[in-house]
């Protein structure tokens, strides 16, 4: 198939867009390189550089397109309430831009990379998909408005969509892996302990109503992710918007993280416990039942050991590399 990925120089989007290419996709990849890594970019991918919403109707319209993968967005909780107009500008204006190019272009195909931080606070765990939609921040706000709009794409136009709600997304994928400017997510943080760029990990509150007193999350291992994208891609039905999300159906505690990480690196992770962060649940765990019993979605690295290993091998390697560049 020839398919458009956009912000497939990112974390999520450049593993996805590698794993299509190993199974003979012909792979576009948008990115304005905003977050996203030049060596991110998976050998044979073609580039075009430039945000989606001024270059996607130029990209589809050479014809052809098959389908198109959307990564593309801001994606921080804490800068999406501090400054919410980009977010509306980057998320929702953008991906309204690209769903008019591939109305215009032909393109009949789409798989969004939506997140589960649609749901808010929920009354219980784990996450359904029927369960009510409260985000609780713009960032989820905008990835919920994007859901009805591709909704309302495909009763109108017949468009064949998927969306994908997850949390955490975790692990690597060969050479590629997280590797943001400002990293907010827990595992890569605490693995910068163990490489020494941070002094401590923070535990945000121990008494919390979980097992071990610490926050409980739902953690996914990235090329898990990017199999559902595969199946969802080939399972999208013309006129409907199917919504499925990704999960571990258990998750795993802050401590739990910590340890592992410990486990796997072999070094001494200090962690300090800190007050509480507001607004922060002590349970966000979604259910992948849905995804499994229909289309078939069989994770098989979505342990936390494999998650931290993989991840761990990443963050070391480029750490080696960082340091022989200085030499």
Sequence with gaps: MKLLVTGGAGYVGSVCAAVLLEQGHDVTIVDNFSTG??????????????????????????????????????????ESVEIPSDYWHGNVVTTLALLDAMRENNVPSLVFSST?????????????????????????????????????????YGLAATSLRYFNVAGAYGDIGENRAIETHLIPIVLQVALGHRDKIYLFGDDWNTPDGTPVR??????????????????????????????SGEGYSVKQVVDMCRKVTGRDIPAEVAPRRAGDPAVLVASSDKIKSELGWKPTRTDLETIATDAWNFTRNLGDKAHSAKR
């Excluded at 589960?116 to 990835?143: C, F, L, R």
């Design 37 to 78: 890594n030049r060596e991110a970019v998976p050998e044979g991918a073609h580039l075009v550089e430039g945000n989606v919403a001024d270059v996607a109707a130029n990209v589809l319209s050479a014809g052809d397109f098959e389908g198109v993968l959307h990564f593309a967005a801001r994606s921080l909780v804490g």
């Design 116 to 156: 589960a931080a649609t749901y808010g606070e929920p009354s219980k765990v784990p996450i359904t998909e029927d369960m009510p939609t409260q985000p609780t921040n713009p960032y989820g706000a905008t990835k919920l408005s994007i859901d009805f709009m591709i909704t309302s794409f495909a009763k109108a």
């Design 218 to 247: 739902d953690y996914i291992h990235i090329r898990d992710l990017a199999d559902a994208h595969v199946l969802a891609l080939q399972a999208n039905k013309p006129g409907v918007h199917s919504i499925y999300n990704l999960g």
